[in-house]
């Protein structure tokens, strides 16, 4: 037989939950993380509380303490969590009112409910501002690589085959684009988050008379202006998750953008390219052939990336299909999130570092950019300024590529009379096409691989990454 039942919602039951039962839904051991953010609420709306009446100056000045005095207990790894209290809430509930009787009203005007989505929106502000941080830390560590080998050219690659000449500095230009983008996007969900959830009760607010601008205000759910932004649907308030699904969207999308960066990476410390030399720090070998230095970090970038993604699926799943409002389904919300947090928050530590110990091997970049065949292009623009439609251009240089082919020669190794059978407009200076540096100084157009425009790049880079 099952104990009656001491939860802070017993008051109608006869007999408590079966062990198993309690086994089954606590979630404690997994949101008692949220526990600064759950008490920086309750101090907040007993503030409130007390503003309106509803509780004495003196009754709120206890509550405080309390908190302030559990709070030091969990930092210092003292307060004893029991999953008999099912979650983060009610366990500190229950240890303030053993030592504060006032805290018996702390939970006035107040549900579980409006307070986990005030929990959570607090932890999705403070989540987002890390992970902007540590994003910015890795696109520091990408512009130093770029700085370092400022005049590297590599072949850029389409399907994975040499295309055409680009600075390196460009081609990781391009990853910074994308991860500044993940950084923007983390900023944007914290903007998100900024609304504050408390006074909304269960479902429907309360007949207290409380304050929620006051609340809202004291937990720094503000405007630019300093203006207090609470949300404006009490049902929409307490079962909404779209949070919890940008958040591990734009943590998803930076899991895909480190997987591409990863896979460049491994594909660039390979035998095969070996532009760079990933660093021992983040490198592992084989514990059977010796030679081996294995670009596991990288590796595990690629592979994280598909549990974010997977996160967010579930997260997806889980709200499709409840009815309004909460239902105890979404407590499965944090698992995910938390996990995404974390996995994305040490990513980005990973990246930082791989990259900060990262050398580029020039001699090797240079050797793979020389090929003349990346010019091809150039020498089909060469014909259009003679006045030959870019068609017929882009055939004439596929035969001339042909018969650099066939002769086993490289194409700048044709002689001006080869050329000169496969196009009269060819002239002379058929050969300057293949100088690379002329190459790249005719790309300034901007976002262009051009000379100028990388160094207007730095420009940018350096300022916005200060
Ligand atoms: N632990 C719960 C959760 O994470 C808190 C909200 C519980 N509300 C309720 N009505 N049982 O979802």
Redesign the pocket.
Known sequence: MAKPSHATWGGRFTAGPAELMLQFSE?VSF?RRLAPFDIAGSKAHSAMLAHTGLITAKERDAIHAGLDAIHAEIVAGKFTWDTKL????MNIEQALTKRVPAAAKLHTAR???D??ATDMRLFFKHACAVLAEKILGAERALLAVAEANRDVLIPGYTHLQRAQPVFLSHHLFAWLEMLDRDRARFAEVAAHANWCPLGSG?IAGTTLPIDREFTAKALGFTDAKGRPQVTQNSMDTVADRDLFIEFASACALFGVHISRIAEDLILWSSAEFKFVELPDAFCTGSSLMPQKKNPDSCELLRGKSARLQGNLHTLLTLAKGLPLT?N?D??E??PPVFDSFDQTAICADVLAGTLGGMEVISERCAAAVADPALLATDLADYLVLKGVAFRDAHHAVGAVVRLAEKKAVALNELSFADVQGVHAAFAEDWIEVFDLKRALAKREGTGMPGPKQVAKQFARWRKALK
């Open positions: 979630s949101d099912e979650d983060v809430h549900s579980r409910n307070q986990i269960a909460y105890r979404l407590q919300d944090k």
